[in-house]
C-alpha cells in the first residue's frame, strides 16, 4: 500500500485536507509528531470531515519512532522538497512508496534529507517558493497512484 507520511505537520486544516485526500484514494497516512498543534479529531474534522472515519492513520511520536517503523516495513521514502531535483513525474513509484511531505512552515531537517531514498520536486515558476503542502501531496500520490496502476482499482471498488 502506498503511504504518505506527514513530518510535523504545523496546520490542522491542511492536514486534515490530506487525510480527506489519503481516505478517499484508500492510502495510509503516517504523522509524525510533534505536530503544531494538537493531533486530534476536533483539530482535523474541519477539513477532514466525516472522511476521517475512513482514513487509516499512524502516529509515530518523532522522527527515530518512524524511520524504526520504516525499516522494519521496509518502505522506501521518497520525499517531497523544494530542494529536489528530480521532477516528481520523472521519478519511478512503486506500490509501498512512502511519500514524505515536510513542515509547512520549515520542510524537513538534514537529517531526514539524509535519510530519503530518493528525492522529488513539484516543478514550478522561477521566483515562486512552493505549492501548498496539501496541493504538493495531491499531485505526487496522484501520479504514485497512476503509475503503480492503483487508480484502476480505486474505481472499480
Known amino acids: 500500500m502506498l503511504?504518505?507520511?506527514l513530518y510535523q505537520p504545523d496546520i490542522p486544516q491542511n492536514t486534515g485536507t490530506m487525510l480527506r485526500m489519503a481516505a478517499c484514494l484508500g492510502i495510509a497516512v503516517e504523522i509524525i509528531e510533534p505536530a503544531g498543534f494538537d493531533v486530534s479529531d476536533r483539530h482535523l474534522r474541519r477539513?477532514?470531515?466525516?472522511y476521517l472515519d475512513h482514513a487509516a492513520i499512524g502516529r509515530h511520536r518523532s522522527w527515530t519512532a518512524f524511520e524504526a517503523w520504516r525499516r522494519e516495513t521496509g518502505s522506501r521514502l521518497v520525499l517531497a522538497t523544494t530542494a529536489g531535483a528530480l521532477p516528481y513525474t520523472?521519478?519511478?513509484?512503486r506500490p509501498g512508496d512512502c511519500i514524505l511531505m515536510g513542515r509547512e512552515s520549515a520542510g524537513v531537517p538534514e537529517k531526514v534529507h539524509g535519510a530519503a531514498d530518493a528525492r522529488v520536486v513539484v516543478p514550478i515558476r522561477a521566483g515562486l517558493r512552493s505549492l501548498n503542502v496539501a496541493?504538493?501531496?495531491a499531485m505526487i500520490v496522484g501520479e504514485a497512484l497512476r503509475q503503480t496502476g492503483s487508480l484502476s482499482v480505486i474505481a472499480a471498488s
Not at 47 to 50: A, H, I
Not at 90 to 93: E, Y
Open 135 to 137: 496541493v504538493a501531496a
Open 90 to 93: 520523472d521519478f519511478a513509484f
Open 3 to 5: 503511504r504518505l507520511a
Open 47 to 50: 477539513s477532514g470531515l466525516d
